[in-house]
């Protein structure tokens, strides 16, 4: 079992920064794949990112490389998403997953075994 808690959600001015975090604990997070997903009223639950909690590979979706930065602290059992630039097409609940490590399609919210409860976040125009 994993459980995970996000935080740091908000209301935010288009162009500003946000950065969310997610506690996890339970079991060793070096199996697994940590992901980002976000959710806006009335659409699908979309990838957002993602990373490797063993060799700390990195992979993000298109519609946020180069905006959203995804780290870890692995001392905290801490996962990070760095929102910058952000635009009121980022608004959405934000939530943290975790997925056994060795899945390949890693954007698709089914391969994830364990969901935190989400954090909003609001960009005003």
């Known amino acids: 079992q994993v459980q995970l808690v996000e935080s740091g959600g908000g209301l935010v001015q288009a162009g500003n920064s946000l950065t969310l975090a997610c506690k996890a604990s339970?079991?060793?997070?070096?199996?697994?794949?940590m992901g980002w997903f976000r959710q806006a009223p009335g659409k699908d639950r979309e990838f957002v990112a993602a990373?490797?909690?063993?060799?700390?590979?990195?992979l993000y979706a298109d519609s946020t490389k180069g905006r959203f930065t995804i780290s870890r602290d692995a001392a905290e059992n801490t996962v990070f998403l760095q929102m910058n630039s952000l635009t009121p097409e980022d608004t959405a609940d934000y939530y943290c997953?975790?997925?056994?490590?060795?899945?390949?399609?890693?954007?698709?919210?089914?391969?994830?075994?364990?969901w935190g409860q989400g954090t909003q976040v609001t960009v005003s125009a």
């Open positions: 997953a975790a997925a056994p490590s060795y899945v390949n399609t890693y954007y698709l919210p089914k391969e994830y075994n364990y």
């Open positions: 339970g079991q060793i997070l070096s199996s697994y794949l």
């Open positions: 990373l490797t909690w063993r060799n700390y590979r990195r």
